[in-house]
């Protein structure tokens, strides 16, 4: 009897961490399509091309009942083969498309890491993970990047 096949992978384990700390993240912007909501595309399914029209254009965020409006400010074309080992350790090599979206948003209602809901009038609705990255003045820059495998 092989019990190989029974034994948790590491693999399995990661990704059920990953897809517990997503729903975790996403809190009250979790979507629930079973419930018959709106389905969300993943910006998997955008390519950086999407976004590269709507740069200079805001976006709205839902961060709980609130609504926020960025703009976005960069699209960059991303290079995982060129970065450090340690960097990519573990994770397997993609020859997807790697993107960063930079956004500016207002500092006087700045918001945590976290997936939120985006919105914008050409590309639609979608799910991204948004990191604040830094602030200047008035101002609140956040960062997205999206692997797409």
Known sequence: MDISASRPTR????????????AAAMGE?????????TTIPSARTLHAAAFRGALGSSFTVKVGFAHYSIRLTDVETLNMANLPHHAVAGQRRTTGEQYSLSFVGSGAHPFGQGTYTVTNRRIGSTALFLAPIGARGRTQTYQAVIVNV
């Open 29 to 37: 912007n979790a979507i629930d399509a079973s419930a018959g909501a």
């Open 11 to 22: 693999r399995g384990f990661l990704g059920g961490v990953v897809a517990s700390s997503v």
